[in-house]
T-cell receptor, first 110, second 112 residues
Framework: EDKVVQSPLSLVVHEGDTVTLNCSYEVTNFRSLLWYKQEKKAPTFLFMLTSSGIEKKSGRLSSILDKKELFSILNITATQTGDSAVYLCAGNSGNTPLVFGKGTRLSVIA | SAVISQKPSRDICQRGTSLTIQCQVD?????MFWYRQQPGQSLTLIATANQGSEATYESGFVIDKFPISRPNLTFSTLTVSNMSPEDSSIYLC?????????FGSGTRLTVV
């Protein structure tokens, strides 16, 4: 059975800190790994990773995939209170639904 | 990426009643999915909505409780039937495309 495991499940940091969120996966016929940010209801797309070792970057957020170790990380530098959210990792095997991890709840305090 | 209009945004319903949630996509999409997110939990797939045929349900979800329609490639509905307080959740539709998966804005359902 496909599964995605995220760690930690929750994290509290101070503004300005750097955080690393982890995601390991076991997905049959793996095609890509996706990261989402969920603040209220709908998850907002952050990154889709398909190739190992190539960092994707958007502002203070970056992510990388290791297809050998079946692992991805999401880094957030210089955190702000607006980064407080649940971060979801999901595995994709093509024309099938995403398999989600339980998420990491990040709280950034001023 | 596709834009999805989902409604209602939220509702408070009496137990025993039913609620239909709609998702309208601004382009034709093959894959459309319905998820449930119970409080404090991650997203759980309810079913894959197939155009022109019955939806494919995940273990633990049945058509009588969560009937789904998909009359064309841009629209789908999910009905939550005979509701109980345990059905209080966020319900999300999602579409899958080559460059990623997009979600509707979500429906926050409270059953009292």
């Amino acid at each position: 059975e496909d599964k995605v495991v995220q760690s930690p499940l929750s994290l509290v940091v101070h503004e300005g800190d750097t955080v690393t969120l982890n995601c390991s996966y076991e997905v049959t016929n793996f095609r890509s790994l996706l990261w989402y940010k969920q603040e209220k209801k709908a998850p907002t797309f952050l990154f889709m990773l398909t190739s190992s070792g190539i960092e994707k970057k958007s502002g203070r957020l970056s992510s990388i995939l290791d297809k050998k170790e079946l692992f991805s990380i999401l880094n957030i530098t210089a955190t702000q209170t607006g980064d407080s959210a649940v971060y979801l990792c999901a595995g994709n095997s093509g024309n099938t639904p995403l398999v989600f991890g339980k998420g990491t709840r990040l709280s950034v305090i001023a | 990426s596709a834009v999805i209009s989902q409604k209602p945004s939220r509702d408070i319903c009496q137990r025993g009643t039913s609620l239909t949630i709609q998702c309208q996509v601004d382009s034709q999409v093959t894959m459309m999915f319905w998820y449930r997110q119970q409080p404090g939990q991650s997203l759980t797939l309810i079913a894959t909505a197939n155009q022109g045929s019955e939806a494919t349900y995940e273990s633990g979800f049945v058509i009588d409780k969560f009937p789904i329609s998909r009359p064309n490639l841009t629209f789908s509905t999910l009905t939550v039937s005979n509701m109980s307080p345990e059905d209080s959740s966020i319900y999300l539709c999602s579409v899958g495309q080559t460059y990623g998966y997009t979600f509707g804005s979500g429906t926050r359902l409270t059953v009292v």
